[in-house]
T-cell receptor, first 113, second 115 residues
Framework: DQQVKQNSPSLSVQEGRISILNCDYT??????FLWYKKYPAEGPTFLIS?????DKNEDGRFTVFLNKSAKHLSLHIVPSQPGDSAVYFC????????????FGTGTRLTVIP | KAGVTQTPRYLIKTRGQQVTLSCSPI?????VSWYQQTPGQGLQFLFE???????NKGNFPGRFSGRQFSNSRSEMNVSTLELGDSALYLC??????????????FGPGTRLLVL
């Protein structure tokens, strides 16, 4: 049972434009969400997170939006750079009681120079 | 601050053998979690340790076990290896005792190939 879903396996964007990666979740107990970037044969690199008490969190070129009623979050990267090309995973967990993350299946982002 | 380190980085074993993987968390982090990444199943949670105690366990068979030492370093053991255990095993550390709003930081992983 996939509780966190990333329905787009891949996304291509021109350099300088906006990249929007989407993620949906089904478990209403999730209240903390994270985005990770991953290169092949490496561990995921933490990018940005958001708690359910917020609907937006920004860090430089990265912004995460959370729509709790729709159980949907998105990661915006502006402007996109070729170095952003990687697989992006969203992850979710309950804010209290456990550190185990539930991951989506990932979206491969390709930024075209 | 040094990141999460995992050893070894690559390992080749044969079916039926056992393997032990090691993880050293970020200094000061007391929570260590283990994940398995495979092409078919994605990233799946194995178990989490905090202060030498297993706090959470994912849906994996008993062949998968772990432990944590007083210095927060953790080991994961897989006994009676099967071909399907071939995967990237990732360790993550966190400063948080119980979720909270602290991110988990991952190591580079150990690539295990079972022949």
């Amino acid at each position: 049972d996939q509780q966190v879903k990333q329905n787009s396996p891949s996304l291509s964007v021109q350099e300088g434009r906006i990249s929007i990666l989407n993620c949906d979740y089904t478990n209403s107990m999730f209240d903390y969400f994270l985005w990770y970037k991953k290169y092949p044969a490496e561990g995921p690199t933490f990018l940005i997170s958001i708690s359910s008490i917020k609907d937006k969190n920004e860090d430089g070129r990265f912004t995460v939006f959370l729509n709790k009623s729709a159980k949907h979050l998105s990661l915006h990267i502006v402007p996109s750079q070729p170095g952003d090309s990687a697989v992006y995973f969203c992850a979710a967990r309950k804010e209290t009681g456990a550190n185990n993350l539930f991951f989506g299946t990932g979206t491969r982002l390709t930024v075209i120079p | 601050k040094a990141g999460v380190t995992q050893t070894p980085r690559y390992l080749i074993k044969t079916r039926g053998q056992q393997v032990t993987l090691s993880c050293s968390p970020i200094s000061g982090h007391r929570s260590v979690s283990w994940y398995q990444q495979t092409p078919g199943q994605g990233l799946q949670f194995l178990f989490e340790y905090f202060s030498e105690t297993q706090r959470n366990k994912g849906n994996f068979p008993g062949r998968f076990s772990g432990r944590q030492f007083s210095n927060s370093r953790s080991e994961m053991n897989v006994s009676t290896l099967e071909l399907g255990d071939s995967a990237l095993y990732l360790c993550a550390s966190s400063s948080s005792q119980a979720g909270g709003t602290s991110a988990q930081y991952f190591g580079p992983g150990t690539r295990l190939l079972v022949l």
